[in-house]
């Protein structure tokens, strides 16, 4: 853009140039002729230009100004001085000034920070540099600049309670600019905005510009989503995939800018005229948020949307807050099917989300009922579930023992067809004789994996459940002070690993080679331990109980006839290898 501007300057220039001789042979009257005298005292003195203070132009004594100037002066509407409101109800405090009519502050009083100190919604580093909320966006840079720039007529000033009305108005004689805003004691607020440019409609719509007040470190930075959602079907878009400046027409139910745990969500009156204008923009933030160090920095992205009606005054709701279930289902989202819907869907259980709500609901009633306290209701939680799959357990065992029983019969089987090839089609007689021993041992190949596989999508549903579940942040249990967050001394992951080497060398592995038993027992408890390290603590602890309660079901299942003879195979079949 800069060199094809350049062009245009550098091309400019020189039509002025090869123009000039025809301009003084065919108009000479605009080269030589002057013009008329005025005589001074009949001469306005010319308005000085308007600043951010928009202070009024003022004329001589004596001299009469133009009539359009006059009247313009007259309807110009601008404050002088920098002006703040704030309003407050019980869930919020929210500071306006009227420098662009802005938000400068978002505070939410029932949720707090890192530092314990209630949680601002507003991203400073980010709003300095990008734009802060309510601002207005316009596709014209300097049009942008200007309108969250000047200063704007309030209706009220100082501290205000709920219910009540907000309005920031500028005119001069270029642009006129209403925000009307309406508060009630909800997470929600309504909103009107309109702007004119000499008495034409322009587009320019209100935004929130630049991310989430929570976001401090690079991992809160990389959670964050733009979504939107049109009749129950919700899209989350990545950063990968938003440009900075983009346009998304609609229809939209909602659109919002999310982190993991909260989000600011435009719900327009018209989902069928709304668009969304997407941002995306760099900002260099610390890599160790607890110990900043400007020379220790790295870029992240700072995604903002900006929501409204582009050929028409903007009419819609704004819901700033948390993604809490019990609040999002609370706001009314109105369908074009005429089915109301809410924003539940701001809350993301991942692709597991039939099994993660209803373990989130159920561990949510327990920390309500039975125990009030979040770590000691996993612990609960999850004695449960393993007490329910211990049954798929014992269906591993036998399924193990009565392959191992008939293993000697595969391998006979197989040294049978050894010498054909793969593509030799008497090889598929040796599947159908091994398929036909299964079946008459009433084994089937996938019955040891499969209680396995059945119990893996609740550790997953877990992992999006405490991924998500807005309840857990800051949530305590014993020496943990977020359940949200990775244990800070790493006993929860050493844990892991030490339990699953233990479950391994309990468990009889009868179909495996004693050396690669031995491997697998010391290798997949330090590469899960690994994994564990960074995971949510209220996932370890869920994790590493339910390998304890393992190691005791397995303890007493070696004790029975069955873990007595799968041992014993086992240890048979260790004896031939060491001969």
Not at 355 to 381: C, D, M, S, Y
Request: charged share 20%; net charge positive; proline share 7%.
């Amino acid at each position: 853009m800069e060199r094809r501007l350049l062009l245009v300057f550098a091309l400019t220039f020189l039509v002025i140039i090869i123009s000039q001789p025809l301009i003084k042979k065919y108009f000479p009257s605009a080269q030589t002729t002057a013009p008329a005298p005025v005589k001074p005292e009949s001469t306005p003195v010319a308005p000085a230009p308007q600043t951010a203070m928009a202070t009024p132009a003022v004329t001589k004594p004596g001299n009469a100004a133009p009539a359009a100037s006059a009247k313009q002066a007259a309807s110009a509407t601008q404050a002088v001085a920098v002006q703040e409101t704030v309003i407050e109800n019980s869930v919020y405090k929210v500071t306006f000034t009227n420098q662009g009519g802005r938000v400068k502050s978002w505070i939410l009083k029932q949720y707090d920070d890192t530092h314990g100190k209630p949680l601002d919604l507003v991203n400073d580093a980010a709003s300095e540099k990008y734009g802060y909320p309510l601002s207005l966006w316009a596709y014209d840079e300097s049009l942008r600049n200007k309108l969250n720039t000047v200063l704007y007529q309030p209706s009220k000033t100082g501290s205000q309670n709920v219910p009540t009305d907000l309005t920031f108005e500028y005119a001069d004689a270029d642009v006129t600019v209403r925000k009307t805003f309406h508060f009630d004691s909800s997470y929600v607020i309504s909103l009107e905005s309109s702007v004119t440019q000499k008495g034409n409609l322009i587009s320019a719509i209100p935004m929130w510009p630049a991310g989430i007040g929570d976001q401090l470190s690079p991992a809160s930075y990389s959670s964050s989503q733009i979504e939107h959602q049109y009749n129950g079907d919700t899209t989350r878009l990545a950063v990968k995939k938003i440009s900075g400046g983009g346009t998304l027409a609609g229809p939209y139910n909602w659109a919002a800018v999310a982190d993991q745990y909260f989000s600011a969500v435009f719900i327009p009156d018209d989902p069928n005229s709304v668009s969304i204008i997407t941002l995306r923009n760099a900002l260099d933030v610390p890599k160790d948020a607890k110990k900043p160090n400007p020379q220790d920095t790295t870029k992240v992205d700072v995604l903002g949307v900006a929501v409204g009606n582009l050929k028409a005054p903007t009419v819609e709701r704004l819901y700033v807050g948390p993604k809490s279930l019990q609040v999002l289902e609370s706001v009314p989202v109105p369908t074009t099917t005429g089915t109301d819907q809410d924003l539940r869907t701001l809350v993301n259980f991942g692709f597991f989300h039939l099994i993660a709500r209803p373990l989130f609901l159920w561990l949510k009633w327990t920390h309500e009922h039975i125990i009030h306290n979040w770590g000691w209701a996993i612990v609960l939680q999850t004695l449960i579930i393993n007490v329910i799959l211990l049954p798929l357990r014992i269906t591993s065992m036998k399924s193990m023992l009565k392959m191992q029983r008939i293993q000697p019969q595969i391998k006979s089987i197989q040294e049978k067809y050894k010498k054909y090839s793969m593509k030799d089609p008497r090889k598929q007689e040796m599947n159908k004789e091994i398929m036909a021993l299964q079946s008459a041992a009433g084994v089937s190949p996938i019955g040891g994996c499969l209680p396995m596989v059945i119990q893996l999508p609740f550790l997953f549903a877990y992992y999006g459940m405490l991924g998500s579940a807005l309840d857990l942040r800051h949530a305590r249990w014993l020496w943990i002070t977020d359940l949200s967050s990775p244990d800070p001394f790493y006993l929860i992951p050493i844990g892991i690993v030490v339990s699953m080497f233990i479950m391994q060398r309990m468990t009889p592995q009868t179909g495996m080679d004693p050396a690669q038993q031995k491997m697998m027992t010391l290798m997949m408890p330090m590469m899960l331990g690994i994994m564990s390290f960074n995971l949510p603590s209220g996932l370890g602890l869920y994790w590493s109980e339910g390998n304890l309660i393992g190691i005791v079901q397995q303890s007493i299942m070696n004790r029975t006839s069955l873990g007595r003879e799968m041992r014993e195979i086992a240890a048979k079949r260790a004896r031939k290898k060491e001969k």
